[in-house]
């Protein structure tokens, strides 16, 4: 039986991305596997006024369970409210690539979905994007496409190389096949390995500073669809401090480069409204799991270090709600 996600007190994105172009900044969509990223997601949104996409990848909603996952988004909406927190929630498919899978979640109960029909050729994603468009539209539930590849590797989506995306097919296919956001690839990349040492080059202060987006890209695009919502993908910035926590207690993850904090600010003041964050996530937990083990190697409780993992990443969020993507104090 498909469930309506109104039922659920979500919100599609359409209205959210409008209002964030409006006032110059990006709408968070940060990615969760399991409960204690959910809570920090909802206390960082909450406690920073800021509005908040719930994402869900294919491969976590494998892991997690559909159903659970369901639950999990109308319990995000709930502890919200009661924590009088009252900012909007969207939950959102990330990289959905089929439309049966976007067509199972919007029956779900999501209020968003992504179809990536970037690995077709063109005319195949034109025509898998309509088909998922047109399904949705029944549903009120806002659409997500894709033109150009991001290279890296995050759950299920693995590319060698980026493709940029070429402006002068923005129009077309916005126009052909009626979705609400567009991802395009201006230089971003899944994963907290988004560049090689030899792409990058060293600050005075020895740290290697990645190649600058395709801002010439972005603006090209914005002035053959003005006004449109624009996604970026792979925007995790690999803070150092964690990398440098999670190598210190024992991990390896020596050359992680990420996006620059001041480049993706410049993007959210354009038209890119929607900001996509997983790895920054990911090893915001991981440093301080990793940190408790290293300190305290008796402790078996979950709880002892899934929690300050769960406060850190909080922090994490609020952080970057408020000096990155600035939509903080917007709610």
Known sequence: ?????????????????????????????????????????????????????????????????????????????????????????????????????????????????????????????????????????????????????????????????????????????????????LAISIGTSHGAFKFTPAQCTKNEEGVLVPPPLRFDILEQIEKRIPGFSIVLHGASSVLMKYVDMINQFGGSLDAAVGIPAEQLRKAAKSAVCKINVDSDGRLALTAMIRKVFAEKPGEFDPRKYLGPARDELALMIIDKNKNVLGSAGRY
């Open 1 to 181: 039986m498909a469930v309506s996600y109104k039922d659920l007190g979500l919100v599609n994105t359409r209205e959210m991305c409008k209002k964030a172009m409006e006032g110059g900044y990006a709408v968070p969509a940060y990615n969760f596997n399991n409960m204690e990223q959910l809570q920090a997601i909802i206390k960082g949104c909450g406690e920073s006024g800021s509005p908040v996409i719930l994402q869900v990848s294919k491969g976590a909603r494998d892991y997690a369970n559909a159903t659970l996952l369901r639950s999990l988004g109308k319990g995000a909406v709930d502890m919200a409210r009661e924590s009088g927190y009252d900012i909007p929630i969207a939950l959102h498919l990330d990289h959905g690539d089929t439309f049966e899978t976007c067509a199972a979640c919007i029956d779900s109960g999501f209020s968003s979905v992504m179809i990536d029909g970037s690995h077709h050729s063109y005319e195949d994603n034109i025509a898998l994007t309509k088909k998922v468009v047109e399904y949705a539209k029944g549903f009120d539930v806002t659409v997500e496409g894709e033109l150009g590849v991001l290279a890296g590797i995050e759950d299920d989506v693995v590319a060698a190389e980026s493709v940029y995306t070429q402006p002068e097919e923005v129009e077309d296919f916005v126009g052909k096949t009626g979705v609400d956001s």
